[in-house]
């Protein structure tokens, strides 16, 4: 299992789901991208919100995009949700279960 939670800007809605599907689903150059941007993307709750059994996800996304839309709509930049992943969750599943990802991850990130 790869623990990862999402929540609201305004903090009215949070959510911690299992993002082992996602990561079952993904390319290789996704996997990469999150793991650059500190494994936090709002990708995760948009590619699983519409899953069976993640009814309280849609339900955040959905409040992000319409309870937060007139914050968002003022400034652009403004993210109405932010979602993160365990990065040690992600890296054993990533060992165990795409060792090529895995190691493509550990060399970026090895001091030079």
Known sequence: MIRASCHTADNALAVEFDA???FVEADPQSI?????????????ADALET???YEGLHQL???????LREESLEDPTWD???CSVSPSDAMHWLVENRPDIATLIQDQHRPR
Do not use: F, K
């Open 61 to 67: 996304v959905n409040y992000a995009a319409t309870g």
């Open 20 to 22: 082992t599907p996602w």
């Open 32 to 44: 990469l991208h999150l793991a650059d941007q500190d494994w936090s993307s709002i990708w995760i």
């Open 80 to 82: 109405a949700l932010d």
């Open 51 to 53: 899953h069976p059994g």
